[in-house]
């Protein structure tokens, strides 16, 4: 069982817009501004596309945003695209130089 | 370009030690201050995060793992090394090194290598 709660799966048609939760606890989500978002294409690693819960690095379109409310972390797809199809996965700094992962979520283009 | 190479021996048997080397191409492991780390995922699961390395060899481990895990680091080599003792199946996964992004401790990974994967099985 994943330290962050993520739902299996999300879908959505090319050009709408899709949002995946991470719901963790005030230990680790709650308590610190270290969120990560991932997107991981099948047979490839992950590749960040979120870090300290809304800065997006270089490269990384504008359509991947994010934000933080409580002990849930959201990411939100804007505009979407066949290739934004994947496996998305978050990350949350748990203290004690200690970090977790969600179970991940499948996104699906429709 | 910074590139991440990890290197295994793809099967372990039961109990033994996996050892997976990472190497670091395009640029100095310690001419930084990064903290260099190891994450496995077993086949159809998702991520975890096993430990992190800091040049100056300051590590810190998954809480859940700590006792069989020891990461360890080879400037001269620009290599940074894992080892997981007593293995069972439950460890066969992919295992990938990775870098955080500049001004990130080991919160967040955005280099990461191809992964490796180790099977543990008889």
């Known amino acids: 069982q994943s330290a962050l709660t993520q739902p299996p799966s999300a879908s959505g048609s090319p050009g709408q817009s899709v949002t995946i939760s991470c719901t963790g606890t005030s230990s680790d989500v709650g308590a610190y501004n270290y969120v990560s978002w991932y997107q991981q294409h099948p047979g490839k690693a992950p590749k960040l596309m979120i870090y300290?819960?809304?800065k997006r690095p270089s490269g990384v379109p504008d359509r991947f945003s994010a934000s933080k409310s409580g002990n849930t972390a959201s990411l939100t797809v804007s505009g979407l695209q066949a290739e934004d199809e994947a496996d998305y996965y978050c990350?949350?700094?748990?203290?004690?130089?200690?970090?977790?992962f969600g179970g991940g979520t499948k996104l699906t283009v429709l | 370009q910074l590139q991440l190479q990890e290197s295994g021996p793809g099967l372990v048997k039961p109990s033994e030690t996996l050892s997976v080397t990472c190497t670091v191409s395009g640029g100095s492991i310690s001419s930084s201050s990064y903290y260099w780390g190891w994450i496995r995922q077993p086949p159809g699961k998702g991520l975890e995060w096993i430990g992190s390395?800091?040049?100056?060899?300051?590590?810190y481990y998954n809480p859940s793992l700590k006792s069989r895990v020891t990461i360890s680091i080879d400037t001269s080599k620009n290599q940074f090394s894992l080892e997981l003792r007593s293995v069972t199946a439950a460890d066969t996964a992919v295992y990938y090194c990775a870098r955080p992004p500049v001004g990130a401790t080991l919160d967040a990974f955005d280099i990461w290598g191809q992964g490796t994967m180790v099977t543990v099985s008889s």
């Open positions: 300290e819960v809304s």
């Open positions: 390395i800091y040049y100056s060899g300051i590590t």
């Open positions: 990350s949350s700094y748990a203290g004690s130089n200690n970090l977790v």
